[in-house]
C-alpha cells in the first residue's frame, strides 16, 4: 500500500496546483461551455478543456513513477492521441466519425504496444479452459477500448460526476491489480484516481471548471487501457466481467441509452434526458444528492468486483450474473428503458 501512497498524492497536488491556471487559460482563449438547451443543467457560461489539468498530473506522476517500456508508452502516446481529440472538439468541435478515428488510432497504439485482449477463460468448463482469440484479439479490443472511452463522456452531465466516478473505478482498479500482483498497473491506477481528485476540488457542485470531452475521453481511454491490462490478462474466471462490473455506471447507463433510443426511433447518437442522473434529478434530488447517490452505486459495483476479483468459481460467475440481472430489472423500474419521467 505504501507504494501507491507518493504517486497518489503527487497526481492530486500536481492535478490541484494546475486546474486554477488551465481555468485561466480557458477563460482567455473562450473555452467555454455556453448553455443553449434545457439539458444542459448549468446556466451559466463555465470554462471547459479542466481535463488538461488531470493529464498533466498523470502524465508528470506516470514518468516520475514507473518505469519507462513499450506498455507505457503506448498509454500515454493512445492518452495524448484522445486528449488532443478531446481538445478539438471542445475547442471547435468533431463529427462522431472524426472522433471514432482519433480512437480507433490511440487503440490501434495501445496493440502496437502488447497492451490487447488475447484471451478470455471459459468458466462453464471444470478446468476453466482459457478460449485464445487470435485475430478476433485487435477487433475486440479496439470495441473495448471505444465503448469505454465514449462511455466515461456520456454520462459527464452534471458537476464532479464523471472525475467522481473515475476515480471510484480507478481505486477499485487499483484494488483488483494488486490482487493479481500487476505492480506498474496498480501504481497507475493510483495516478489516475489521484488525478481526479485534484480535479473534484474545483469540479464539485458548484463547480467552478469542466472537464470536457478533453478530460472525459481522456479518462475514459485510461480506465479502458489500465483494465485491460491490470485485469483481463488475468487467467481467473471471473476477469473479463470484473473490469464490467467496475465500471458498472457509465457501461450501464449507456447501455440503457441505447436501447431507450432504440426502442423510441431515435438515433442511437441522439441525446436525451433520460440517463440515470436526469432521472433522479427529475426525482427531486438536487445535483450534489445526485452525484452522491451514483457514487454510492459506483462504489459498490467497485467493491463487489474486488471481492471476487480472484474467484476461479461457477458460483462468482453466476453470482455476477445475478447482479446484472438486478441491474436491469431496476434500469426498468426506473425507466431507464423508457422516454417518459418517472
Excluded at 29 to 49: N, Q, S, Y
Excluded at 141 to 150: A, S
Excluded at 271 to 286: E, I, N, Q, V, W
Aim: charged letters at 15%; glycine letters at 8%.
Amino acid at each position: 500500500m505504501q507504494r501507491i501512497i507518493m504517486p497518489f498524492f503527487v497526481a492530486v497536488f500536481i492535478s490541484f496546483i494546475i486546474t486554477p491556471l488551465v481555468r485561466k487559460f480557458a477563460f482567455r482563449i473562450g473555452a467555454l461551455d455556453i448553455p443553449k438547451d434545457e439539458r444542459r443543467v448549468h446556466k451559466e457560461p463555465m470554462p471547459l478543456i479542466g481535463g488538461i489539468a488531470i493529464y498533466i498530473g498523470v502524465v508528470v506522476s506516470c514518468l516520475m513513477f514507473l518505469s519507462m517500456d513499450k506498455t507505457l508508452i503506448s498509454i500515454l502516446i493512445g492518452g495524448t492521441i484522445i486528449l488532443i481529440s478531446g481538445i478539438i472538439d471542445d475547442l471547435k468541435g468533431l463529427s462522431p466519425k472524426k472522433k471514432m478515428l482519433f480512437q480507433l488510432l490511440a487503440g490501434l497504439v495501445l496493440i502496437i504496444g502488447d497492451v490487447k485482449i488475447d484471451f478470455v477463460t471459459n468458466p462453464f468448463t471444470d478446468n476453466n479452459a482459457v478460449i485464445y482469440l487470435k485475430w478476433l484479439s485487435i477487433p475486440i479490443t479496439l470495441f473495448w477500448v471505444v465503448g469505454i472511452t465514449n462511455t466515461l463522456n456520456l454520462i459527464d452531465g452534471l458537476d464532479g460526476l464523471a472525475a467522481g466516478v473515475a476515480m471510484i473505478s480507478s481505486l477499485s482498479l487499483t484494488l483488483v491489480a494488486q490482487k493479481f500482483g500487476y505492480d506498474t498497473v496498480v501504481i497507475m491506477s493510483a495516478i489516475v484516481a489521484g488525478g481526479c481528485l485534484g480535479f473534484l476540488r474545483f469540479n464539485f457542485n458548484p463547480a467552478k471548471i469542466f472537464m470536457g470531452d478533453t478530460g472525459a475521453l481522456f479518462l475514459g481511454f485510461m480506465l479502458a487501457a489500465i483494465s485491460i491490462e491490470g485485469v483481463m490478462k488475468s487467467v481467473a474466471t471471473i476477469a473479463i466481467i470484473v473490469p464490467i462490473i467496475i465500471l458498472g455506471v457509465p457501461i450501464f447507463d449507456t447501455t440503457f441509452a441505447i436501447f431507450r433510443r432504440i426502442l423510441s426511433g431515435k438515433s442511437i447518437m441522439s441525446a436525451d434526458k433520460g440517463h440515470l442522473h436526469h432521472r433522479l434529478l427529475a426525482r427531486g434530488y438536487s445535483q450534489r444528492k445526485t452525484v452522491l447517490i451514483l457514487y454510492a452505486i459506483s462504489g459498490f459495483f467497485g467493491l463487489f468486483a474486488v471481492l471476487i476479483a480472484k474467484a476461479n468459481s461457477q458460483q462468482a460467475v453466476y453470482l455476477s450474473m445475478i447482479m446484472l440481472i438486478v441491474t436491469v430489472v431496476f434500469a426498468l423500474k426506473f425507466g431507464l428503458f423508457g422516454t417518459r419521467k418517472k
